[in-house]
């Protein structure tokens, strides 16, 4: 390899250093230093001698600290030199200098670059003095050492495989780096002469113009910016640019140094996780972070203006529905197509958000309160009148939507809240309509009373329900289990979600009236499917789920013993599960009570496992028999390899742990090969059955197969 090759492989520092000390000081017949940025001497030529001046003397300490100078305050004198050269600028002085016989010198200090830009290094020169010094031959000398350095530029610049060029001050090319070939596939030769704004991109182009005139009108530090050049092929590359201004010793810029390198691969990136962290994976709009964000700005603006902000809350109708009966894969396509459907209605300006789930929020700035919110909300409502095709099935979907204005005063979040709670006022008159929050908030809290009042009723008066979903062996087919599922019957025959009652539930307290009807429902239940099961066969395990106001109760192990032994069935066939959440922020109770539960003989389960803090010291600690990996995981399987990977691991751990692994939210058998190929126990799902009634599963418990797998 050439020296020049081996100089190009060197970090910037040592390259810098290669490069000055051999052309600098060796080609100089002038006495020179090679100093450092603190004004150490680091080098120097044999032409130091004729001044007096020991080469070992020199090496290693400050600049003014070596013998030969006159006994004046040489630190004094020479430190304000070194640090302007520091700072780029060509710095010089008359002094006095020489061991034997102290004779007037003059001083120049230049600052060397490197390929950055930055000053690396320093070269001091001493030179003898006439009685008069002509300012001409001054500047002659001057420029010779610019013009030096720019060589040195030009050897390093040959070799780098960042873009680096040489610039008159207004920024037109004089010299162009050839890794320009590779960068852009451009000629540097053709480039010569040419203005860099000619390759800029219309959105960068005044970042490069401003970039280039504040180097040429600052000091010496280079100015730094981001923009974007044409390639050859007609694509887009960017670039971080860092311009040096070069001045000559009237202080005037004679040149502009820039290096640029290519980023186009880390911005991508950096785009890619602004995305990620402000918009929603499934449909591509604002997350509740960027919701958040415009609503600060939105309000901000309120408040200066008379015009208010309008928050509209929607949840979708049905949309459960479609999750159940087709599965959560079409469930998704509907959620895409439903974003589709609303970004055409919201007008320019405004943010269409996704909180999660089938819930979305319109944030409508400069409206004039709840009047122009109604407007946009009978505009959306109306665009859900026609149906949605989703995996060649028409469905039809409906929404109810609340709305909550602001003047600029308020906190986001709870706008949002407002929103939320007409939202549900707007369900409780019929479902298809909106509400306004300040025309219902008292209504509100009278239908959450009536709704806690209506199911403390339905609990005692026999209008709940389970249904039951089965799981199976994986190895054998058989159904070894079911989850119990509980649902809500209202006088009128319609089902009620869980999600519109377990939360109000949780709120009032009813949860542990409510899961003690769960929990003895399923005994009964156990006991009622004995009778199909043959005597060689293992029992059917029922899993029920504990809440954390249940883990709470004192009274769960004496209920659950009670219920089992009432029915009369064996402890291994009740089963309790609990999500992982739930065991994170009740960790001492939950210990207690799920130990005392383990010593009844009742099987135990985290549910969920991998949503929620994932703490897995927890695993160990706490008496668990079955870890159920989260729908959210299985989604993915046979689509994305990070999601088998993950899978995987939450496999063995378990079974390292001595635990059965149940994969729930099966829906496809590409998923199921997957699990079958990871080893997993047993899974659930609408692939072999959607949650139903208990007496649609009395035929199939004779059976060993429900579905083939």
């Keep these: 390899m050439s020296r020049l090759g081996r100089l190009a492989d060197a970090s910037l520092d040592d390259l810098t250093r290669e490069l000055q000390t051999r052309v600098a000081l060796g080609n100089l017949d002038t006495p020179a230093m090679l100093v450092d940025l603190d004004g150490t001497v680091l080098d120097t030529n044999d032409e130091v001698g004729s001044f007096g001046f020991r080469r070992n003397d020199l090496r290693g300490r400050p600049l003014w600290a070596g013998d030969s100078w006159t006994e004046t305050d040489a630190a004094a004198t020479v430190s304000p030199l070194i640090e302007r050269a520091a700072n780029g600028e060509l710095a010089s002085r008359t002094i006095e200098a020489g061991r034997d016989q102290p004779r007037p010198l003059r001083l120049d200090i230049t600052p060397l670059r490197g390929v950055d830009g930055d000053v690396a290094l320093l070269l001091a020169e001493l030179h003898r003095l006439s009685d008069r010094v002509e300012t001409a031959a001054l500047m002659a000398e001057t420029n010779e050492r610019l013009a030096a350095a720019e060589d040195i530029f030009r050897a390093v610049a040959e070799y780098t495989s960042d873009l680096v060029c040489l610039h008159t001050a207004d920024g037109t090319y004089t010299y162009v780096s050839p890794s320009v070939r590779r960068l852009l596939d451009r000629d540097p030769k053709a480039l010569i002469g040419t203005h860099p704004v000619d390759l800029a991109h219309a959105k960068t182009r005044e970042a490069l113009v401003a970039g280039l005139r504040d180097a040429s009108r600052r000091g010496a530090a280079p100015i730094t910016f981001r923009h974007r050049l044409e390639h050859r092929n007609g694509s887009y590359r960017w670039f971080e640019t860092a311009v040096t201004p070069i001045r000559d010793a009237t202080g005037r810029v004679r040149q502009l140094q820039s290096s640029s390198r290519d980023i186009t691969r880390q911005q991508e990136k950096e785009q890619s996780l602004i995305k990620q962290a402000f918009h929603d994976e499934l449909t591509g709009l604002a997350n509740k972070a ?51 459907r609303l970004k055409a209605i919201v007008r320019p300006g405004d943010t269409l958000a996704r909180l999660g789930g089938d819930e979305f929020v319109i944030l409508c700035a400069g409206t004039d309160g709840a009047r122009g919110a109604s407007i946009v909300a009978r505009r959306l409502l109306d665009a859900f009148l026609e149906p949605f095709v989703l995996e060649g099935h028409e469905v039809r979907l409906g929404a109810s939507i609340g709305i909550a204005t602001s003047n600029g005063d308020d906190d986001p979040e709870s706008v949002i809240e407002r929103a939320d709670t007409a939202m549900y006022e707007a369900k409780h008159r019929g479902k298809g309509q909106y509400a306004i929050h300040d025309e219902v908030d008292q209504r509100i809290e009278v239908y959450r009373s009536d709704t806690a009042a209506a199911l403390e009723r339905a609990i005692t008066e026999g209008e709940l329900r389970l249904h039951y979903q089965p799981e199976l062996d994986l190895d054998t087919g058989e159904i070894v289990g079911f989850e119990a599922l509980v649902r809500w019957q209202a006088p009128d025959g319609s089902l009620i979600s869980p999600g519109e009652f377990i939360p109000l539930a949780e709120e009032t307290g009813l949860i542990v009236e409510l899961g003690r009807w769960v929990i003895a429902e399923a005994c009964r239940q156990a006991a009622l499917w004995r009778v199909h099961r043959s005597p060689d066969q293992e029992p059917i395990r029922i899993w029920v789920n504990l809440s954390a106001h249940q883990l709470s109760d004192p009274d769960l192990v004496a209920f659950v013993e009670r219920s089992v032994a009432d029915a009369g069935i064996t402890t291994d066939e009740i089963c309790m599960e609990i999500t992982e959440s739930a065991l994170i922020d009740h ?123």
Excluded: W
Aim: charged share 25%.
């Design 290 to 340: 960027l919701l958040l964000d415009r609503m600060i700005q939105s309000f901000a603006i309120s408040q200066r203006t008379t015009e208010a902000s309008a928050v509209l809350f929607i949840d979708l109708d049905g949309f459960k529905t479609i999750n159940d009966t087709l599965g959560h894969h079409v469930g998704d396509v509907a959620l895409a197509h439903v974003a589709e």
């Design 587 to 709: 960790a001492d109770s939950a210990t207690q009570q799920l130990d005392q539960l383990r010593r009844l003989g009742i099987s135990l389960g985290i549910d969920d496992f991998g949503t929620g803090y994932s703490q897995f010291a927890y695993l160990n600690r706490l008496p668990l028999d079955v870890l159920k990996i989260d729908r959210s995981f299985v989604d993915d399987l046979g689509k994305d390899e990070n999601a088998a990977v993950i899978v995987s691991a939450l496999i063995e751990l378990a079974h390292a742990l001595g635990m059965i692994v149940i994969a729930e939210g099966v829906e496809t058998k590409e998923q199921l090969n997957v699990l079958e190929q990871l080893d997993c126990d047993q899974a659930l799902g609408f692939y072999f059955s959607e949650p139903r009634e208990a007496m649609a599963f009395e035929h199939t418990l004779s059976r060993a197969e429900v579905v083939d797998v």
